[in-house]
């Protein structure tokens, strides 16, 4: 990387991680296989909106890994909080929008699911274990955990020095904020076992270590990252002001997802009233294992 680098390589540096792309490629083809079966007998339920969900955020995490939010991570603060903004905040949501399970495991092979799979459906090992990382307290502390610790500068170094560490950071901000985001959305077929309005604090303590964290960044007043005080800096920008950028990111388009997530969120409370939004009920049979849901 050097210091002549120009603005229009801020979006056309790509660097394509061709493992992560085939997997997403795959993971693509399975939903799309399995949306196709089951809006034939549920299309109320599995929409085109859930598969255009689905399958955009699977293109956020494309992006986030082989654009030049990834390319100019190690040289740019505030491009590396974009990509981990990308990978907690849009693409985990559009993921659990699609209602993933029924179309993933309607997607595969069905002698996966006969086979390696059906078994421990029937013993209720993968439900319970979906169930526990699911539950709001578990999910906050577990999305919230892995941000604020990613975040400390010993941390954030030692990432920096391993591209297998950084790539586990970044597995562990997608899949802590899918859970994050399951009880919010709510998927079909899983239900809520608690109060709804509970999320709404559930959100606002989620910003408050948002804000927490992108104040450090912002008002410290000195470098948190070393790192990026040793790169070559780029378009004139000082360590320091890439950091209160970065800051600055972080603070204003994470608080605004919280937000919008909880205002959707009141208004579907309210228009519901003292009602709490159920799944329609489903026969585990009808969910692993049948070649395409019956019509009701």
Known sequence: MTATVTSADLFTQWDIPWGITCALIVTGVIYTRGWVQIHRTRPGQFPLWRLGCFLGGLLAIFVAVSSPLDTFSETLLFMHMAQHWVLMSIAPPLIVFGAPVVPMLHGLPRWVISHPLR???????????????????????????????????????????????????????????????????QPWPSRSHFNRWLLIPYLALADVVNTIISACLCFCGRLLYPSYAEVPRLFGISALNDQITAGAFMWICGSMVYMIAGVFLIGQLLSNGPRQRKAEPVAAEEIWWSPAPPAK
């Open 119 to 185: 078994p421990l459906f029937k013993s209720g090992a993968l439900h319970a274990i979906g169930t526990f990382l699911t539950r709001p307290r578990v999910a906050w502390v577990a999305m919230n955990a892995a941000y604020l610790c990613w975040h400390i500068p010993a941390a954030y170094e030692f990432a920096l020095s391993s591209e297998n560490i950084h790539n586990c950071e970044h597995a562990c901000f997608f899949f802590t904020n899918l859970m994050f985001w399951w009880p919010v959305i």
